[in-house]
């Protein structure tokens, strides 16, 4: 297998860095360069930024107006957009609903919400969730009952992501109580204007209201919002989740905060010297980028088996659980190197254009934020626990 790569792929990666140059928005990328607090707006000029040059469906095949690329382009390119301090690609209607519609959604469907996924038009939210469901899914409970042309909606989903700024959910509904509790599940698409749904904000750990509560009160859905067969869901829903988990292991973001990492202990004064030259501390960077170093060599295995047409199997559960604790364990150490600055946590000192005064150097600012933020990364996403179990049995065979 060879890992390097050709002389299309490195121009390939020129041709992006030379767009990103160009039409990044520098106030985009100090933004995120600083861990500045982005608006719903900022994603959204972004994406249509990407999406006139069209490099917005970066998994979506080009018959649906996506790139068309290959693993291994679709590497280059979120290595590239982590390395210029872009803002990430939301990735509900992209990454998560679009490929579904396009195995399983009906031509009516394809041809009203793929566009509108790429045009912004309709933001997406992901309703998976329950506080009975997260890794036991398929204990979905938010019931769909057929009533005529619609399907009446009673129940609760949670930790929806963004939610406050969607315009539609999809959403997993339960339909039938009989057999297996994977059969009675169907893959619903709802309006989040439709009477009778209400987004409560959950404030999380780093102050941020990233996730909700979306409640559902006899809400009427009009049953061509049904994606596929009815209580084939569970199906749609595993898709879905293979989709989810492309990019898995990071990288960008990890070799991202590995640099910052680095700025901050060479600035960071201990004993008169700075940070980064104490052995101690230098020794322990110096393990974490090792292990960055062997986890990308794993994932440009996985991408190039990917590339030649091979499914990832359980290689994706080990780059689940190798690249998100390698981004706690930067974040643990860039918390460490601010030291005291760690503890005075301003939220409102990362709103653009906020007057407030950082305490300490600029740097330490959203090192706090950035650090408890990231306690999600081994929750979400199935939960390292849950991939440890995939991992004993299906490569140990434990
Ligand atoms: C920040 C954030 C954003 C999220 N965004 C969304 C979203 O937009 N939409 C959405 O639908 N969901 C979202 N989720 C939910 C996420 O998918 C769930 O939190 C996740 O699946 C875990 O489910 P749970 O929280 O119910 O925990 P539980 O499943 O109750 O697990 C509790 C603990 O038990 C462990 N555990 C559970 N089962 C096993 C097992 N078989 N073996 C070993 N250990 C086990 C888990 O690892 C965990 O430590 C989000 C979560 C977070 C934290």
């Not at 121009?11 to 520098?26: H, T, W």
Request: overall charge neutral; hydrophobic content about 40%.
């Amino acid at each position: 297998m060879d890992l390097n790569y050709t002389d299309d792929q490195r121009a390939f990666r020129d041709e992006i860095r030379a767009f990103f140059k160009d039409k990044l928005p520098a106030r985009l990328s100090a933004k995120v360069a600083a861990g500045k607090r982005l608006t719903k707006a900022d994603y959204e000029e972004w994406h249509a930024i990407l999406n006139a040059r069209g490099w917005l469906g970066v998994t979506w095949p080009k018959e649906h107006g996506g790139t068309g690329w290959d693993a291994v382009r679709r590497n280059i390119f979120e290595e590239e957009i982590t390395a210029a301090h872009a803002p990430r690609i939301i990735p509900f209607g992209l990454n998560m609903l679009g490929p579904v519609l396009m195995a399983f959604g009906s031509e009516a469907q394809k041809a009203h919400y793929l566009p509108r996924i790429l045009s912004g038009e309709d933001w997406w939210c992901q309703g998976y969730s329950e506080p009975g469901a997260g890794s036991d899914l398929a204990n979905v409970q938010t019931s769909a009952v057929r009533d005529g042309d619609h399907y009446v909606v009673n129940g609760q989903k949670t930790w929806t992501t963004l939610g406050q700024y969607a315009d539609k959910i999809f959403c997993l509904v339960r339909t039938s109580r009989e057999g297996k509790p994977q059969q009675g599940i169907s893959f619903l698409l709802i309006d989040m204007k439709t009477p009778g749904i209400e987004v409560r904000p959950i404030v999380l750990i780093d102050g941020e209201p990233e996730v909700n509560e979306v409640w559902f009160t006899d809400v009427r859905v009009p049953v061509e919002n049904l994606v596929g067969e009815e209580n084939k869901g569970w199906t749609y829903a595993k898709y879905l989740l293979t989709h989810e988990r492309t990019n898995i292991a990071g990288v960008g973001f990890a070799r991202a905060g590995l640099a910052s990492l680095k700025r901050i202990a060479g600035e960071q004064v201990h004993n008169g010297r700075p940070l980064i030259e104490n052995p101690y501390f230098a020794a322990r960077v110096a393990q974490v980028e090792i292990d960055l170093m062997a986890m990308d060599t794993t994932n440009l295995r996985t991408i190039a088996a990917a590339a030649a047409g091979q499914a990832p199997g359980a290689e994706s559960s080990m780059l689940k659980v190798k690249g998100t604790v390698i981004r706690q364990q930067i974040n643990a150490l860039a918390r460490q190197a601010v030291g005291p600055y760690a503890a005075p946590f301003v939220s409102e000192a990362l709103d653009e254009g906020s007057n407030v005064e950082p305490v300490g150097p600029a740097y330490a600012m959203p090192v706090t934020q950035t650090y408890f933020n990231n306690r999600k990364l081994s929750i979400y996403g199935g939960s390292n626990e849950v991939q440890r179990q995939i991992i004993s049995k299906t490569i140990l065979e434990l």
